[in-house]
């Protein structure tokens, strides 16, 4: 099912609205995503899938090339092998691939629309049954322990218009669908910064109010993934549900760099080795939207939120830093070609995924370079951090690892 595009003409700006009118047309619009599932025709029958007794066994949703699974899956490994052992690991992918199987969690099913995204995710995981279908024409998900996923945002990002009536704002109904059916002890979802004052904070209220009348005390808080080590700055929103028959409490994990912590890791540090061969970059002349504002930081600071586009990629910090004219007006002084964007490989550093990690690019060399590499740069800008997601999954990690009777508890996984 093709999503309507954004546009103001179709949908209605925040501004419009008071409290009372937003929690109507929040409501409205629930219930017209409801219809849509009463509609699925589809059956969509999955096969046997690898269950382990002795796993958390995983849904992934949205799951894109995999950044928020790789990094719970690291949580799950050092929850089993010790921090030490499993980082190390995790920088040689041989050795990372001989004992990731012995990582608490264990994905079975993922489901994502973008054809490179998934062709992205087979490359670089065990197999697993992925289904590249609309999710809201998944009739029936399976039984699972624990779901992940970011679910779509164009509509909550605060660099976007702030539509509120985006249907794409509503993908989430099937997000809370997936958990009535899997009945997980667990759920992580991953958003953007702007959910939480969109609609007055409505929306925030309302995403909370109808995962928690799932069954599940659900908390939900912001943080910046510079604070957890990522050489990045990029504030994003983990709600985090916990079943409501378990005696479990999640805690979003302290930060672990910055004052009075670990030190800030650097654009220097994370791709200062990378000046000599930084691989292919996204080329091409810089539109008026993207001078607009100051698209370079230092050696010594970390990068500007990596986006879902090679256009709007960030400057590597080499040449000449950028000058303010005036007023969203910002110049690259001296020759151009003293400036250039990230490249694949360093944005894909700055998102913490490991330099084994391949993206695919559709494979297809008819199309023009710029085409391909933005296949890769969508796919790593929609990504969580995996250095982030293994801070969030740590908690439930250690937790399960040593209640997984409890989790069994009634379980229909493996009856």
Same mark, same amino acid.
């Given at each position: 099912?093709? %999503?309507?595009?954004?546009?103001?003409?179709?949908?209605?700006?925040?501004?419009?609205?008071?409290?009372?009118?937003?929690?109507?047309?929040?409501?409205?619009?629930?219930?017209?995503?409801?219809?849509?599932?009463?509609?699925?025709?589809?059956?969509?029958?999955?096969?046997?899938?690898?269950?382990?007794?002795?796993?958390?066994?995983?849904?992934?949703?949205?799951?894109?090339?995999?950044?928020?699974?790789?990094?719970?899956?690291?949580?799950?490994?050092?929850?089993?092998?010790?921090?030490?052992?499993?980082?190390?690991?995790?920088?040689?992918?041989?050795?990372?691939?001989?004992?990731?199987?012995?990582?608490?969690?264990?994905?079975?099913?993922?489901?994502?629309?973008?054809?490179?995204?998934?062709?992205?995710?087979?490359?670089?995981?065990?197999?697993?049954?992925?289904?590249?279908?609309?999710?809201?024409?998944?009739?029936?998900?399976?039984?699972?322990?624990?779901?992940?996923?970011?679910?779509?945002?164009?509509?909550?990002?605060?660099?976007?218009?702030?539509?509120?009536?985006?249907?794409?704002?509503?993908?989430?109904?099937?997000? %809370?669908?997936?958990?009535?059916?899997?009945?997980?002890?667990?759920? %992580?979802?991953?958003?953007?910064?702007?959910?939480?004052?969109?609609?007055?904070?409505? +929306?925030?209220?309302?995403?909370?109010?109808?995962?928690?009348?799932?069954?599940?005390?659900?908390?939900?808080?912001?943080?910046?993934?510079?604070?957890?080590? +990522?050489?990045?700055?990029?504030?994003?929103?983990?709600? +985090?549900?916990?079943?409501?028959?378990?005696?479990?409490?999640?805690?979003?994990?302290?930060?672990?760099?910055?004052?009075?912590?670990?030190?800030? +890791?650097?654009?220097?540090?994370?791709?200062?080795?990378?000046?000599?061969?930084?691989?292919?970059?996204?080329?091409?002349?810089?539109?008026?939207?993207?001078?607009?504002?100051?698209?370079?930081?230092?050696?010594?600071?970390?990068?500007?939120? %990596?986006?879902?586009?090679?256009?709007?990629?960030?400057?590597?910090?080499?040449?000449?830093?950028?000058?303010?004219?005036?007023?969203?007006?910002?110049?690259?002084?001296?020759?151009?070609?003293?400036?250039?964007?990230?490249?694949?490989?360093?944005?894909?550093?700055?998102?913490?995924?490991?330099?084994?990690?391949?993206?695919?690019?559709?494979?297809?060399?008819?199309?023009?370079?710029?085409?391909?590499?933005?296949?890769?740069?969508?796919?790593?800008?929609?990504?969580?951090?995996?250095?982030?997601?293994?801070?969030?999954?740590?908690?439930?990690?250690?937790?399960?690892?040593?209640?997984?009777?409890?989790?069994?508890?009634?379980?229909?996984?493996?009856?």
């Amino acid at each position: 099912m093709k %999503i309507e595009e954004r546009g103001r003409a179709k949908y209605r700006p925040l501004k419009d609205y008071d409290t009372k009118k937003i929690k109507q047309l929040l409501l409205d619009k629930i219930n017209e995503e409801e219809e849509t599932i009463q509609n699925i025709k589809t059956d969509n029958q999955l096969p046997i899938l690898d269950y382990r007794e002795d796993k958390i066994n995983i849904i992934s949703l949205f799951s894109g090339c995999g950044g928020l699974d790789l990094g719970v899956e690291l949580a799950g490994l050092i929850a089993s092998i010790g921090e030490e052992k499993a980082l190390e690991a995790f920088e040689d992918q041989e050795w990372f691939n001989s004992i990731r199987k012995e990582s608490i969690f264990h994905t079975i099913y993922t489901n994502d629309l973008f054809k490179e995204a998934n062709e992205s995710y087979k490359l670089n995981f065990p197999p697993v049954f992925q289904q590249q279908l609309d999710i809201r024409q998944v009739k029936e998900f399976p039984k699972a322990d624990l779901v992940l996923g970011g679910f779509p945002c164009p509509g909550f990002s605060e660099a976007g218009p702030r539509l509120i009536d985006d249907k794409r704002n509503f993908l989430y109904i099937h997000f %809370i669908r997936c958990l009535l059916q899997s009945k997980p002890f667990a759920f %992580i979802a991953e958003n953007v910064k702007g959910m939480l004052t969109l609609g007055k904070g409505e +929306v925030i209220k309302q995403i909370v109010q109808d995962f928690a009348s799932a069954g599940y005390n659900v908390k939900f808080k912001l943080v910046n993934a510079r604070d957890y080590g +990522v050489p990045q700055s990029r504030e994003r929103v983990f709600i +985090v549900g916990i079943r409501d028959d378990l005696d479990f409490e999640y805690k979003h994990p302290v930060p672990t760099h910055g004052k009075g912590k670990l030190p800030y +890791v650097t654009l220097k540090d994370a791709i200062g080795d990378l000046e000599s061969d930084p691989g292919e970059w996204f080329e091409g002349g810089f539109s008026p939207i993207y001078l607009s504002r100051n698209r370079k930081k230092k050696w010594s600071d970390q990068s500007f939120t %990596i986006q879902a586009s090679g256009r709007q990629a960030p400057l590597h910090p080499s040449g000449p830093e950028m000058k303010k004219l005036g007023p969203d007006n910002w110049v690259l002084p001296g020759d151009i070609s003293l400036h250039r964007r990230f490249s694949v490989k360093e944005i894909a550093r700055i998102q913490t995924f490991p330099d084994w990690f391949v993206f695919s690019d559709g494979g297809n060399m008819n199309v023009q370079k710029n085409n391909r590499l933005d296949k890769q740069y969508k796919q790593i800008g929609n990504a969580v951090p995996v250095s982030l997601a293994t801070a969030m999954g740590l908690p439930l990690a250690k937790w399960a690892k040593d209640n997984i009777y409890l989790i069994r508890q009634d379980s229909l996984i493996l009856k």
